[in-house]
T-cell receptor, first 115, second 113 residues
Framework: EAQVTQNPRYLITVTGKKLTVTCSQN?????MSWYRQDPGLGLRQIYY???????DKGDVPEGYKVSRKEKRNFPLILESPSPNQTSLYFC??????????????FGQGTRLTVV | KQEVTQIPAALSVPEGENLVLNCSFT??????LQWFRQDPGKGLTSLLL?????REQTSGRLNASLDKSSGRSTLYIAASQPGDSATYLC????????????FGKGMKLTVNP
């Protein structure tokens, strides 16, 4: 089954304690992205990657890092989480073929609370 | 800067009605537009993807149209059912190689039995 898998689904952590949210897709997609969803602000892109070793900032990259060492994985790293990073996080992937995108596939989401 | 608007923010209807959900965007230079569905506590599911060269797409009871020149898209849901209750989001991707989807804030639909 084609899917994007995020782990963990829920996480409560303390300010300053480094954490990683993993994202893996099994569709051999080139493109992967991270978004955060906040009430009243909607979904905003954090980082994206167009292929292995190619990453770039989205709209709200401050406080986050990513890496793309393998095509299937795109982890999101919070080196020193702060309460304003409490949010619902989504990983997404898609494929580009002959000048057109496929639909974007989203993971189930990771609800992060930083206290 | 691209902005995507969905009005109204919420809609409650009786079962069986035909529905039109609206999405507007400020910059017509888009690469594609997608409609998503989000259920509480779950991720987003893509419903329909319209490339910039297309005018509409259909899937089952769903039909989405795109008018780039006016910056509008509509999602038509025929014969609505309680299982259609969810939040519906519209997202556009800009031309120029950016991998960013710009989302509207969504419309929460409730279909009452």
């Amino acid at each position: 089954e084609a899917q994007v898998t995020q782990n963990p689904r829920y996480l409560i952590t303390v300010t300053g304690k480094k954490l990683t949210v993993t994202c893996s897709q099994n569709m051999n997609h080139e493109y992967m992205s991270w978004y955060r969803q906040d009430p009243g602000l909607g979904l905003r892109q954090i980082y994206y990657s167009m292929n292995v070793e190619v990453t770039d900032k989205g709209d709200v990259p401050e406080g986050y890092k990513v890496s793309r060492k393998e095509k299937r994985n795109f982890p999101l790293i919070l080196e020193s989480p702060s309460p304003n990073q409490t949010s619902l996080y989504f990983c997404a992937s898609s494929f580009h073929y002959r000048g057109r995108d496929t639909e974007a596939f989203f993971g189930q989401g990771t609800r992060l609370t930083v206290v | 800067k691209q902005e995507v608007t969905q009005i109204p923010a919420a809609l409650s209807v009786p079962e069986g009605e035909n529905l039109v959900l609206n999405c507007s965007f400020t910059d017509s230079a888009i690469y594609n537009l997608q409609w998503f569905r989000q259920d509480p506590g779950k991720g987003l599911t893509s419903l329909l993807l319209i490339q910039s060269s297309q005018r509409e797409q259909t899937s089952g009871r769903l039909n989405a149209s795109l008018d780039k020149s006016s910056g509008r898209s509509t999602l038509y849901i025929a014969a609505s059912q309680p299982g259609d209750s969810a939040t519906y989001l519209c997202a556009v991707k800009a031309q120029g190689g950016s991998e960013k989807l710009v989302f509207g804030k969504g419309m929460k639909l409730t279909v009452n039995p």
